[in-house]
């Protein structure tokens, strides 16, 4: 079993890879230990809210690799650990029979080389599967420059894959993490989508990744801006056929010359994740939330912030309006969207109905009539300064979970 020091080591060279979420995939116990189904999958949350249900630990912390922005880099002075396949397995079943987590998040730094790292992370999960018979998630991370063999060996054993790209852009790679390379990490996703696809086709074989891919943006290491951010986001979704893109505000973990002394902060984290969800299922495009040489606002969140460039478009009718832009509606979501389809079809909607179907009238009632009745404010400049007030107060709140208010709101005034 693995020594407590290392266990240590290991699983804090893992903790800023935030691309771990375990929904998603339908693995069913076939007379072993564990099971992915969805409904089986406990999530527990660290405290800015990053789930850690998943045993998150690297096999090796000792890089050959010098990525400017990574605690693991080899010119940083650390203490180096490094487990094998029977110590991860051992340590993997055990935590699970103690109900400590439901799942496994395995990556590592590149040791050795790119092939004998990717071999040993592919011995692990095969062992865990195939000798312990554990049945549990296991979400495998791909080496860059590694065989491609390898890597489709792994993912016929893994939930879910996923290789980081870290920096948008390939100049920032060349600049920050000079071992690594738009190919190195692009390539292998298109070829595991296509190994995904091909596979499915094949009569009798078990559809493999069925979790899919996710990867991890690092923002604000580098220059890009949210719109650079986004545009990447959308075709990652669009062509490599990406479940998930993460996003994590950048750390400065180490000192270096060349990246910024501050954190990104949590403010421009929340509002790229809040433009992502508009992405995957709100049908908006990164091209109408804004352009590749735009930030998004902090003042208030990027549904609110499209809305008020369209003020042509509103208000809206809500007992009438198509359901595509109701979506668009600020304050009103999927599930209140559905409500609100649902109900017009046996009655005419007033607006305390829209109350108990959970719409947020202080932000759509400057967008819709209800019954053609308009509740909100006339001019632009108006809404613009409520939405603003809206937004900072909730943004408070948001940071503050965790944290004192006064830290909280200190946090928000600098980034405002």
């Given at each position: 079993?693995?020594?407590?020091?290392?266990?240590?080591?290991?699983?804090?060279?893992?903790?800023?890879?935030?691309?771990?979420?375990?929904?998603?995939?339908?693995?069913?116990?076939?007379?072993?230990?564990g099971?992915?189904?969805?409904?089986?999958?406990?999530?527990?949350?660290?405290?800015?809210?990053?789930?850690?249900?998943?045993?998150?630990?690297?096999?090796?912390?000792?890089?050959?690799?010098?990525?400017?922005y990574?605690?693991?880099?080899?010119?940083?002075?650390?203490?180096?650990?490094?487990?094998?396949?029977?110590?991860?397995?051992?340590?993997?079943?055990?935590?699970?029979?103690?109900?400590?987590?439901?799942?496994?998040?395995?990556?590592?730094?590149?040791?050795?080389?790119?092939?004998?790292?990717?071999e040993?992370?592919?011995?692990?999960?095969?062992?865990?599967?195939?000798?312990?018979?554990?049945?549990?998630?296991i979400?495998?991370?791909?080496?860059?420059?590694?065989?491609?063999?390898?890597?489709?060996?792994?993912a016929?054993?893994?939930d879910?894959?996923?290789?980081?790209?870290?920096?948008?852009?390939?100049?920032?790679?060349?600049?920050?993490?000079?071992?690594?390379?738009?190919?190195?990490?692009?390539?292998?996703?298109?070829?595991?989508?296509?190994?995904?696809?091909?596979?499915?086709?094949?009569?009798?074989?078990?559809?493999?990744?069925?979790?899919?891919?996710?990867?991890?943006?690092?923002?604000?290491?580098?220059?890009?801006?949210?719109?650079?951010?986004l545009?990447?986001?959308?075709?990652?979704?669009?062509?490599?056929?990406?479940?998930?893109?993460?996003?994590?505000g950048?750390?400065?973990?180490?000192?270096?010359?060349?990246?910024?002394?501050?954190?990104?902060?949590?403010?421009?984290?929340?509002?790229?994740?809040?433009?992502?969800?508009?992405?995957?299922?709100?049908?908006?495009?990164?091209?109408?939330l804004?352009?590749?040489?735009?930030?998004?606002?902090?003042?208030?969140?990027p549904?609110?912030?499209?809305a008020?460039?369209n003020?042509?478009?509103?208000?809206?009718e809500?007992?009438?309006?198509?359901?595509?832009?109701?979506?668009?509606?600020?304050?009103?979501?999927?599930r209140?969207?559905?409500?609100?389809?649902?109900?017009?079809?046996?009655?005419?909607?007033?607006?305390?109905?829209?109350?108990?179907?959970?719409?947020?009238?202080?932000?759509?009632?400057?967008?819709?009539?209800?019954?053609?009745?308009?509740?909100?404010?006339?001019?632009?400049?108006?809404?613009?300064?409520?939405?603003?007030?809206?937004?900072?107060?909730?943004?408070a709140?948001?940071?503050?979970?965790?944290?004192?208010?006064?830290?909280?709101?200190?946090?928000?005034?600098?980034?405002?």
């Amino acid at each position: 079993m693995m020594d407590a020091e290392k266990l240590k080591i290991l699983a804090a060279g893992a903790k800023y890879d935030v691309s771990c979420s375990s929904s998603g995939s339908g693995r069913k116990n076939a007379g072993g230990l564990g099971n992915a189904a969805p409904a089986g999958i406990c999530h527990s949350f660290t405290p800015d809210g990053r789930c850690v249900s998943l045993l998150k630990i690297l096999m090796s912390n000792d890089c050959i690799f010098d990525c400017r922005y990574c605690v693991n880099r080899v010119s940083n002075d650390l203490p180096r650990a490094s487990a094998t396949a029977e110590e991860i397995c051992e340590l993997t079943v055990a935590f699970y029979k103690r109900n400590y987590i439901e799942g496994l998040f395995l990556s590592s730094a590149v040791h050795v080389s790119p092939d004998k790292t990717m071999e040993e992370m592919v011995r692990a999960v095969k062992l865990l599967r195939t000798v312990y018979r554990f049945n549990g998630y296991i979400h495998l991370k791909g080496i860059p420059h590694a065989d491609a063999a390898l890597v489709r060996e792994g993912a016929k054993y893994a939930d879910r894959m996923s290789y980081n790209i870290e920096l948008p852009s390939e100049q920032s790679l060349r600049l920050l993490a000079p071992q690594k390379s738009k190919k190195s990490l692009l390539l292998p996703m298109r070829e595991l989508t296509e190994y995904k696809k091909m596979t499915a086709m094949e009569k009798g074989k078990r559809n493999i990744l069925p979790a899919g891919q996710t990867t991890q943006l690092i923002v604000g290491a580098s220059p890009e801006t949210d719109g650079k951010i986004l545009h990447l986001a959308q075709a990652l979704y669009d062509k490599a056929g990406l479940k998930r893109v993460y996003y994590s505000g950048y750390m400065p973990v180490v000192h270096d010359s060349l990246l910024p002394d501050k954190p990104a902060g949590a403010l421009r984290e929340h509002r790229l994740y809040q433009a992502d969800w508009l992405l995957r299922f709100y049908g908006f495009t990164a091209d109408e939330l804004l352009s590749e040489g735009e930030n998004l606002p902090f003042e208030y969140d990027p549904k609110c912030a499209w809305a008020l460039r369209n003020m042509h478009l509103f208000p809206v009718e809500v007992n009438t309006c198509p359901a595509e832009l109701l979506l668009r509606v600020p304050g009103i979501g999927m599930r209140g969207a559905k409500r609100i389809l649902e109900a017009r079809r046996y009655a005419s909607l007033r607006y305390e109905d829209l109350a108990r179907m959970r719409v947020v009238l202080k932000r759509a009632k400057h967008f819709i009539t209800c019954s053609g009745k308009f509740y909100g404010f006339e001019t632009p400049r108006q809404v613009k300064r409520s939405l603003a007030l809206q937004g900072a107060a909730e943004n408070a709140e948001q940071l503050s979970l965790f944290s004192s208010p006064e830290t909280a709101l200190t946090s928000l005034t600098g980034e405002l």
